[in-house]
């Protein structure tokens, strides 16, 4: 398999209430309009060394 290129960003969103979606759903959008989010979750940003790994609870 080839190398896979992720930014090595994340936002955190509040999950929008009138778009409930399962526990741990994963997904892909074109625009963030189209995503079950509302607003984003300021001061939630956490940063990691490649390869780290960070549980959140």
């Known amino acids: 398999m080839g190398e896979k290129n992720f930014p090595l960003e994340m936002e955190l969103y509040e999950g929008a209430a009138q778009r409930p979606v399962d526990?741990?759903?994963?997904?892909?959008?074109?625009?963030?309009?189209?995503a079950p989010v509302?607003?984003?979750?300021?001061?939630?940003?956490?940063?990691?060394?490649?390869?780290?790994?960070?549980?959140?609870?």
Do not use: Q
């Open 23 to 34: 526990l741990w759903a994963t997904g892909s959008v074109k625009d963030l309009s189209e």
């Open 38 to 57: 509302s607003s984003k979750i300021e001061g939630s940003e956490f940063y990691l060394k490649p390869g780290s790994k960070k549980n959140l609870y």
